[in-house]
């Protein structure tokens, strides 16, 4: 009953498998994105560090974490691929309707793609054969032009919640406004907002990896270092997210009633909202969850008397189903709680941090921060769910229904298992370089630390200075 609820009875039988196989690989690739576009960052930090103040510490995570980062545009460009072929594989409705104002992005995308790539190789290879600071601006064009591709991807995706820049005549695109496309009218918020939200994530996932070592014990300078660059990094991030997330919520609130609806499951429209925390929508209806009275109206115009439109107020035909009202509301429930969480930590750290001037040592602070990359991890796919969900039943909204929008012949079902076959490969292979990595490292030992310009002594420092893993 959920799938045909989700999908609708009338609906072509390739709308589910191509909406799962979508879910899945954009699920998955999304993964990736906050390490192209903050991870590389971070170990530019690390460079610049080691270059000002003669650090062989910061050195050393930079020259480590730049091979991290190069195994993961490797797994996140094979994708990125399969996600090109999908596009027009499964939804041949969007792209030959709309590809013209779609496709543009995409070919932005791809010139920065490969610039990234080009420059990712050279700074790789860079070591110990480029000079110091030519070195570290070939690292720098990686970060730009990761930033580059994020925001041209993102202005793909937010010209389908907000479609501008388009003449339409009989079904057909006749005129394109190439900048009104790529700045579209969602384009900086959901830009910003995913930028933040890169910074975030790779932040706590990476602090988490040296939480743990601090944890165990490791409290040498490069456990520390590898802790607080990008604790700190995301720990900025992280109040940031919450103004620019409370922005977002009033635009979607003004142009995007449908999603806000859901979002604030209000089924009839009114004013003197209850912000649900939890509970589903049901035969139109809301059940469950914990009301609080007037405040989805307060946030939305700042008074209570804020009228906010129900679902009775969008036409039956493009109305969402019960089940994705309910998957988006919770979805945001879960991205906002685990945000919360989040918040709270970096305002500890803040706090310690204030108090002592040095890495936190409290167990309860490291074993909670070893866990916020899976939190921040939670976050950002629930995030994306609200975003693509909540546009439902559209693809390009106003313009262009899903059920329109996807392959109408064939069985997509195979096809989603050679996919899913595809990037579980992929995913062993990358776990299984990145262990061989780290195994190599931790064998390696404080000899690495001799890198890489030269003539730079190796400093005096045993075996602890980079802990029994090597990470």
């Known amino acids: 009953m959920l799938l045909s609820a989700l999908v609708g009875t009338a609906d072509p039988p390739q709308l589910l498998p191509a909406r799962e196989q979508m879910a899945f690989t954009l699920g998955f690739h999304i993964i990736l994105v906050p390490f192209g576009v903050a991870f590389t960052f971070m170990m530019l930090?690390?460079?610049?560090?080691?270059?000002?103040?003669?650090?062989?510490?910061?050195?050393?995570?930079?020259?480590?974490?730049?091979?991290?980062?190069?195994?993961?545009?490797?797994?996140?460009?094979?994708?990125?691929?399969?996600?090109?072929?999908?596009?027009?594989l499964l939804w041949p409705g969007l792209m030959g309707k709309y590809g013209p104002a779609f496709g543009f992005p995409f070919a932005i995308e791809g010139l920065f793609f490969f610039l990234e790539a080009i420059f990712m190789a050279i700074y790789i290879y860079g070591w110990k054969r480029l000079p110091p600071w030519p070195h570290f601006f070939t690292g720098l064009v990686v970060t730009l032009a990761s930033v580059g591709g994020t925001a041209s991807v993102i202005a793909a995706n937010s010209w389908m919640n907000q479609p501008t820049g388009?003449?339409?005549?009989?079904?057909?695109?006749?005129?394109?406004t190439p900048s009104?496309?790529?700045?579209?009218?969602?384009?900086w918020w959901e830009m910003v907002h995913m930028l933040l939200a890169a910074y975030i994530v790779a932040g706590f996932m990476v602090a988490g990896v040296y939480a743990w070592g601090l944890f165990k014990g490791r409290r040498d300078p490069y456990h520390r270092l590898g802790f607080l660059v990008p604790f700190t990094v995301a720990a900025i991030a992280m109040p940031l997210q919450f103004l620019v997330g409370d922005t977002i919520a009033r635009q979607v609130y003004d142009r995007e009633p449908s999603k806000f609806s859901a979002i604030e499951l209000v089924p009839t429209t009114s004013n003197h909202v209850p912000e649900t925390l939890g509970g589903i929508f049901v035969d139109a209806k809301v059940r469950y969850g914990i009301r609080l009275p007037d405040v989805a109206s307060i946030l939305a115009g700042f008074t209570p008397s804020t009228t906010i439109k129900g679902f009775d107020a969008i036409p039956v035909a493009v109305r969402p189903a019960d089940a994705v009202?309910?998957?988006v509301h919770l979805s945001f429930d879960v991205m906002v709680a685990t945000a919360s969480l989040l918040l709270l930590l970096s305002l500890w750290f803040g706090w310690l941090w204030w108090r002592r001037r040095e890495v936190p040592t409290n167990r309860w602070f490291l074993c909670s921060s070893a866990v916020a990359g899976l939190v921040a991890l939670v976050s950002l796919e629930s995030g994306w769910v609200v975003t693509e969900v909540g546009r439902q039943p559209w693809t390009v909204v106003g313009l262009l229904q899903t059920k329109d929008a996807v392959a109408t012949q064939g069985n997509l079902w195979p096809l989603f298992a050679t996919v899913l076959a595809i990037y579980l490969c992929v995913a062993v292979g990358a776990l299984f370089v990145l262990r061989t990595m780290r195994r190599r490292w931790s064998?390696?030992?404080?000899?690495a630390v001799a890198v890489p310009y030269g003539p730079w002594p190796t400093p005096a420092m045993d075996e602890r200075a980079v802990g029994a893993d090597g990470v």
């Open 325 to 327: 009202v309910s998957i």
């Open 45 to 88: 930090v690390c460079h610049y560090r080691a270059l000002r103040r003669d650090d062989q510490h910061a050195l050393l995570l930079a020259q480590r974490w730049s091979k991290v980062a190069a195994v993961l545009f490797a797994v996140g460009a094979v994708s990125g691929t399969v996600l090109t072929f999908e596009l027009g």
């Open 443 to 447: 064998e390696e030992g404080t000899d």
């Open 166 to 176: 388009v003449t339409v005549s009989n079904g057909h695109v006749v005129g394109v």
């Open 180 to 187: 009104k496309v790529f700045f579209n009218g969602a384009f």
